[in-house]
Nanobody, 122 residues
């Protein structure tokens, strides 16, 4: 069993910053990718950012230059999302996602956290 637990959501004013974290635990052989997605009310879930085991990052167009994803230097099962220059349209539930290999030779499988709400409002 693999669990993803997010933390760090909350209310922030436009132009402000926030940091989210996600800890991945459980039966893990290796982690292929760790990332963040978000879903605003009435909209589809969209990519925020993803980081591979090799350190390559990819971001959604709407957050490029404002958000940054990075891994903990020592704890390779922890991923962070730094949200800067926040806009009201960044308001959404942010979900942690990871492709995890649970045993040697197995294919990676997608796992999701329960999400954390980020509200950008004055």
């Amino acid at each position: 069993q693999v669990q993803l637990v997010e933390s760090g959501g909350g209310l922030v004013q436009p132009g402000g910053s926030l940091s989210l974290s996600c800890i991945i635990s459980g039966s893990i052989f290796s982690i292929n990718t760790m990332g963040w997605y978000r879903q605003a009310a009435g909209k589809q879930r969209e990519l925020v950012g993803v980081i591979t085991s090799g350190g390559r990052t990819e971001y959604g167009d709407s957050v490029k230059g404002r958000f940054a994803i990075f891994r903990h230097n020592a704890a390779k099962n922890t991923v962070f999302l730094q949200l800067n220059s926040l806009k009201p349209e960044d308001t959404a539930v942010y979900y942690c996602n990871s492709e995890v290999v649970v045993t040697s030779g197995a294919n990676g499988m997608d796992y999701w956290g329960r999400g954390t709400l980020v509200t950008v409002s004055s």
